[in-house]
């Protein structure tokens, strides 16, 4: 059949069901309002005044607008370089996960792997068994003396297996054929992932990478484990942090001697928390799209059936 | 003009850092620094840092506290990790026991160090303590409450029954001494004014439960029976074998709870109390539309500051001292304590750590900056820029005390990521021209003063009052083991988080509960908490028996 | 194992090298990460109750006095039971609706309106709980907007206490949870649906399969494995619900329902520095949700379904 009289099928169909559309269409609006709303009253709290704000009752618009929370953050110069030490370890942590947790997922994906099924118990357990923060923080900082260097944010994040078993889902979804011809070819496994597989994995590692990226953008406790001295290496979250923390103790600590004082608190827990959430969420939200492009579209099934 | 005398300062100032540290004869060094509680990165360019390092060649590398403090510390122990400069918090003693810190008593003496010996001297029987082979140690010279001179209480700082000025006010400027006339005022007002000017209904007492701040519930019953805080026990201090109980199962805090489930009754207190969170509770409170509650000043800091912005002076609050009635208690008569003697921050601050190579260059460098000069750059900043002198006066101008104020000029102008940890000299500057005068700037009558608005003078003016303070009797004399809320009790640790925790559950219920039911809910109350309770006050009597004699054996 | 078998073991295995060269590595790598650190289950048997021993380095070895403390108290297993009940409220329906949505989102033609939506629902993941579980308590509060309108409706005379009685508060925790996380969920979801052949639906659609039909029998089983998978993941899972959203909405009169697991440890473990209450109780955990995965994977495969090990 000619997609022509496919789309024509299609076409007498949609007259037939307009009503789904249409609810559907209703429906998606209302989740859209329902999930916008906390978003956008975060970014009113983010630009209103800061002792105004304590009072709540902020909708969708600043009460009284003020930059003051994005000053007391911004104004800090260290704030660029913990950005730049975020951004850059959140793109090498990305392509190093890509890069092995991939691989693995084809080979633990192919049946007549011997150890497919050792190795993929191993794998697995991780994800249940927790050793506890001692004796990975001695491991990690003393027997491998990573503290304090940049490295310690990269190597122990180079894996993990949740994404590693999503792959490994959608390889299992292709059809064998492919690697079974590309074996007759003469092609080994490396070459069969390289060129046939990992092209066609691009929803999924786009999904994949999507998760490592925000988990790593977002992760503050390495910092605070391994690098809380280094001012040098503050990652951006950590640093965020600790500036909520900080107006949190400060807001409590009029403390005994000037109490009796008006005292003129130019920030305030709320805003500065609400800045910070939009400062960390930017940027993630301007990469989102290149990413959704891969998963949105199965651009890559026409090879599939090439 | 202005700015060439900048550039002239910032001349001399290259070049007196390019001299000073050899002048000094020591080599930079940069000190690692643990602080056991959050705090931001100093900016680089800090004139303070600057000026610390030109004069001593010290630089700091700092660590604030970001997750858990025990488990941090833990991790340090554990990997002997330790910072040169050491603050473990409020879990000093971990750090302490752990054999982190060096002892100070070699380096502080008489003669070597006379600032840091005549700072400590006063107090030496409750800050010198005995190792397990009977030395005499002194691990940590508290960070804070060693002052000089008369002790300053302006107002109160700490716990207190606090009540919107115009309760007061309408009430025609009663004085209100007993929990009876302070819950009476609340009553009678809210039936005048159920709501305020906007139609919003007042809410006559709010109760915080949330986490840690639930000592807002828990707490009361010790100062209703004229006592400062000493956390969850009750201290007999005219007993000479210092009798301590936990209150909450005595029948003595039964009268409270009783009379919070009237008011609630009554309509005074809203359910929905203790189902919200902190930030719930202070946006009440700086909506103006609670009237009272018991809290401590500096947990509800920030609605104040709300409440002066928006010009709501007579929604902010006063701090009262109520006690029993003596129908409470037997027709006893209570004296009332909130105010306390100052009190040292015992074992809070930097130590030393064993790692540290360098202790005799730190001590060298806190002996120079006990010094008049170098407290008052840490207190009052330079002068000419952050305050200025006026008959022998240490004076700010509003500008210069807005600066104060604002975290982001803090970070470029002032050093308290290292100060506030460091000893440091408070009260009254005793000698010399500037005798007279406030270590602080916080203390200083006319800053305090000169900032009050006229709702608050007039307001004082109505009881005769020059401060605050004077609303709740002055302070009694520090009891000799300091205050009970200091002592840890880890070795309790199980038994004490099962004792707040039935609190938690049970004091609602009981406020909230049937009239008629509520004295058989007391007393299934009391059973339940009486194994918790009982190891509890059993272990903080013997602990408190045992600060005593640390402090009257030294 | 026969000679003849174990031969034609290796042999397959050199012959797979390059198979072993993309897997080992990581194999290693989980060994030293993850394995290694093992040894710090010990800490489950030695008695870490007094600080000044701990921090003096003296802990020492009290058996299964852990496991005996923890198991003889009662709110350990309110406290798993707590947990269980979140776990499940919230894999049924975090499960269900992002299914849900994922498949509305799918049927939508507009690629432009597809994207919107889904950009803007996946955004609340990033909020951080204390915001959303700030927001939440504003909505549900006496007298908050659900409230008001529960009353306007007429379905109920006094305001409901949704957040101060106990029996309402997994059912909040589930809502909320699906609020903040339904857009993220959905994306696992949506990428396993590019994986379907678009021929299927065109052969559905002549075969004269409806709207509905074409869900039924395409769509849905186009993201059977991804969803099986999830769930035999999740189930291991189950004693994991968490303490964040528990701990910041809890509030001292649902205690008895928002104690879970993770907070109980917090309470008398990790904050006191008990280190063998919290091993005791995280060795308990690992063993149950090893016993649960593999329950779950056992029947997966008895089911022909796929399975995860």
């Not at chain 1, 390289?194 to 994995?201: A, K, N, S």
């Not at chain 2, 005398?5 to 690692?32: D, H, K, N, R």
């Not at chain 2, 705090?39 to 700092?62: H, R, S, T």
């Not at chain 3, 003096?56 to 108290?73: A, C, E, Q, V």
């Amino acid at each position: 059949m000619t997609s022509a009289a496919v789309k024509q099928v299609q076409r007498k169909r949609m007259h037939r069901d307009r009503v789904f559309p249409i609810v559907n269409t209703i429906l998606l609006c209302l989740l859209m309002f329902v999930t916008l709303y906390p978003v956008i009253n975060t970014v009113a709290y983010s630009f209103n005044d800061g002792t105004d704000a304590v009072r709540g009752g902020i909708g969708l618009w600043p009460r009284v607008f003020s930059l003051k929370s994005y000053e007391a953050i911004m104004a800090d110069k260290a704030v660029y370089q913990a950005a730049w030490i975020s951004a850059s370890k959140t793109v090498l942590i990305t392509l190093l996960n890509l890069f092995w947790t991939g691989m693995l997922a084809f080979a633990l994906s192919r049946k007549e792997y011997v150890l497919r099924k050792f190795i993929t118990t191993v794998m697995v357990l991780t994800m249940y068994i927790n050793a506890g923060l001692i004796p990975t923080y001695l491991l990690i900082s003393k027997t491998l003396g990573l503290s304090k260097s940049y490295w310690v944010y990269i190597i122990p994040s180079m894996f993990s297996c949740f994404n590693m078993i999503v792959i490994r889902t959608y390889i299992a979804g292709l059809p064998d054929a492919l690697v079974e011809s590309a074996r007759i070819d003469g092609a080994g496994d490396i070459r069969v992932y390289w060129q046939i597989i990992f092209p066609l994995c691009t929803p999924v590692l786009a999904t994949v990478a999507l998760f490592v990226a925000v988990g790593s953008w977002n992760s503050w406790f390495d910092t605070h484990l391994y690098c809380a001295g280094q001012k040098q290496l503050h990652s951006l979250q950590y640093l965020l942090k600790m500036k909520l923390a900080t107006t949190q103790a400060s807001a409590n600590a009029a403390k005994t001697s000037a109490d009796a004082l008006k005292t003129t608190t130019l920030t305030t827990p709320i805003t500065i928390r609400a800045a910070i959430t939009v400062i960390s969420t930017v940027p993630i939200l301007v990469v989102y799209p290149f990413l959704q492009k891969y998963f949105v579209t199965g651009m890559a099934l026409g090879s599939v059936k090439g | 003009m202005k700015k060439l005398l900048a550039l002239l300062l910032a001349l001399a100032m290259t070049l007196s850092m390019a001299g000073a540290v050899f002048a000094e004869g020591q080599e930079p060094i940069t000190l690692t620094v643990f602080r056991g509680d959050p705090g931001d990165q100093p900016a680089e360019d800090n004139k303070i840092y600057k000026l610390i390092e030109e004069k001593f060649g010290v630089k700091f590398e700092f660590e604030f506290l970001a997750g858990n403090l025990d488990e941090t510390l833990g991790l340090k122990i554990f990997g002997q990790d330790y910072p040169d400069l050491f603050d473990g918090g409020n879990s000093a003693d971990l750090i302490i026991d752990g054999g982190a810190l060096i002892n100070l008593l070699d380096y502080i003496s008489p003669e070597k160090t006379p600032r840091l010996w005549a700072h400590i001297e006063p107090q030496k029987a409750r800050l010198i303590e005995k190792d397990e082979n009977g030395n005499d140690v002194l691990y940590i010279i508290p960070n804070y409450g060693l002052p000089e001179g008369p002790q300053i209480a302006l107002s109160v700082g700490g716990p207190a029954f606090f009540l919107q000025k115009q309760v007061l006010e309408w009430a025609g400027y009663p004085t209100i001494k007993t929990l009876n006339e302070y819950f009476d005022v609340i009553e009678r007002f809210l039936e005048a004014n159920p709501t305020d000017e906007n139609g919003n209904p007042y809410i006559g007492f709010d109760i915080l439960c949330e986490d840690w701040r639930h000592f807002c519930l828990i707490n009361p019953v010790q100062h209703l029976m004229g006592r400062p805080n000493d956390g969850e026990v009750l201290i007999d201090v005219n007993d000479p074998g210092f009798h301590t109980e936990t209150f909450i199962d005595k029948p003595y805090a039964k009268g409270y709870y009783k009379k919070l489930n009237e008011e609630f009754h009554k309509g005074l207190i809203s359910r929905d109390t203790f189902t919200m969170n902190y930030d719930q509770y202070i946006a009440q409170l700086s909506s103006g539309t609670v009237l009272g509650m018991f809290d401590q000043a500096w947990d509800f800091g920030t609605a104040t500051s709300a409440l002066n912005d928006a010009k709501m002076y007579k929604n902010t609050y006063v701090a009262l001292g109520p006690v029993y009635d003596p129908e409470y208690v037997d027709g006893k008569v209570i004296e009332e304590h909130y105010l306390n003697g100052s009190l040292p921050n015992v074992r809070r601050g930097f130590g030393i750590s064993v790692n540290c190579t360098c202790p005799e260059r730190i001590i060298a460098m806190w002996e120079e900056m006990m010094s008049e000069e170098w407290q008052l750059i840490f207190n009052w900043g330079i002068e000419g820029e952050d305050y200025y002198i006026e008959n022998g006066r240490l004076l700010m101008t509003e500008e210069q005390y807005a600066h104060t104020q604002d975290n982001t000029w803090k970070l470029h102008n002032k050093a308290d990521a290292f100060f506030q940890s460091s000893p440091k000299r408070q009260g009254w500057i005793m000698e010399g021209p500037l005798a007279g005068n406030c270590w602080e700037p916080g203390n200083q009558n006319e800053i305090v003063f000169g900032l009050m608005n006229d709702y608050d003078k007039e307001f004082l003016s109505h009881y005769g009052f020059s401060k605050w303070a004077d609303f709740v009797n002055p302070p009694i004399e520090l009891a000799p083991y300091g205050e009970a809320w200091q002592i840890n009790y880890n070795p309790v640790d199980n038994e004490h988080t099962d004792f707040l925790k039935i609190q938690d559950k049970r004091l609602p219920e009981l406020i909230m509960c049937d009239p008629a039911e509520f004295d058989a809910l007391w007393d299934a109350f009391v059973e339940e908490i009486t194994p918790s309770a009982t190891a509890f006050g059993d272990y903080m009597q013997q602990a408190v028996l045992d600060e005593v004699a640390k402090v009257l054996g030294n | 194992m026969p000679a003849e078998k174990k031969r034609g073991f290796f042999r397959s295995l050199g012959r797979q090298w390059q198979l072993m060269i993309m897997s080992v590595p990581m194999l290693l790598y989980v060994l030293l990460f993850n394995y290694a650190p093992m040894w710090g289950w010990i800490n489950a048997f030695r008695d870490y109750t007094n600080k000044k021993n701990v921090a003096k380095g003296i802990t020492p070895f009290n058996g299964l006095d852990n496991f005996r403390w923890l198991f003889g108290r009662p709110d350990f297993f309110q406290a798993i039971r707590n947990t269980l009940a979140m776990s499940v409220i919230n894999l049924v329906f975090g499960t269900f609706s992002a299914i849900l949505l994922a498949v509305l989102l799918n049927e939508v033609r507009r690629k432009g309106f597809k994207r919107t939506v889904q950009t803007v629902t996946y955004l609340p993941h990033f909020l951080s709980m204390v915001i959303v579980v700030s927001m939440a308590q504003n909505i549900f509060a006496s007298n908050g907007p659900v409230n008001a309108l529960l009353i306007s409706l007429g379905l109920v005379k006094d305001p409901v206490f949704w957040l101060g009685d106990g029996k309402y508060f997994w059912w909040l925790v589930g809502i909320i949870n699906v609020w903040k996380e339904v857009g993220w969920g959905t994306i696992i979801y949506i990428s396993a649906m590019t994986a379907i052949d678009p021929c299927l639906y065109e052969a559905a659609s002549i075969d004269g399969a409806g709207r509905f039909q074409r869900i039924l029998h395409v769509t849905l089983p186009g993201i059977k494995s991804t969803f099986v998978i999830l769930l035999i993941m999740n189930i291991g899972h189950l004693l994991e619900a968490g303490f964040e959203i528990q701990y910041l909405l809890g509030n001292v009169l649902v205690k008895d329902y928002s104690n879970t697991i993770d907070i109980f440890v917090l309470e008398y473990g990790t904050e006191k520095l008990n280190i063998g209450v919290a091993t005791a109780a995280g060795m308990f955990k690992s063993v149950v949700a090893i016993i649960l995965l593999v329950g779950a994977n056992f029947i997966s495969r008895r089911l022909g379904e796929d399975t995860l090990i």
